[in-house]
């Protein structure tokens, strides 16, 4: 979960099904939803993922019967309420978007918190004992 569900949360989607695939339901949301934004949606093709079809969503439509753990990423916004019974982990990773800015640094920035959710996505499902 992030605050407009277009940039953090949409590439921890794409990434979380990519290394699980079907074998676990995997679904974002947010707060304020608005649109996927062009530069996730770029850094993931850069890494063979295509969230293309994705679409930003609000928390209310997550299913939350099928909700075992929420990642919150919000770093300085105040993070979306789930009022579900799941697990909460906060990674706090900063905003890629909405920097005013030439296109080449701002697609730096959707790089590195790509990488680095990549990294604590694969680590989590690790310690959970589920194979990437």
Sequence with gaps: ???ANSARSQMAEGIARDLV?????VQSGGS????????AVRALAEIGIDISGQRSKSVDEVDRDAVATVITLCAEEVCPVYLGDARR???PLPDPAGHDEPEGASLERFRAVRDELRTRIA?????EGVPA
């Excluded at 304020?32 to 530069?39: C, G, K, T």
Aim: hydrophobic share 50%; net charge neutral; with cysteine.
């Design 21 to 25: 695939g079907d074998r676990l339901p």
């Design 89 to 91: 982990l906060h990674w």
């Design 123 to 127: 680590a989590w499902l690790a310690e």
């Design 32 to 39: 304020a939803p608005s649109r996927v934004n062009p530069l």
């Design 1 to 3: 979960l992030c605050v």
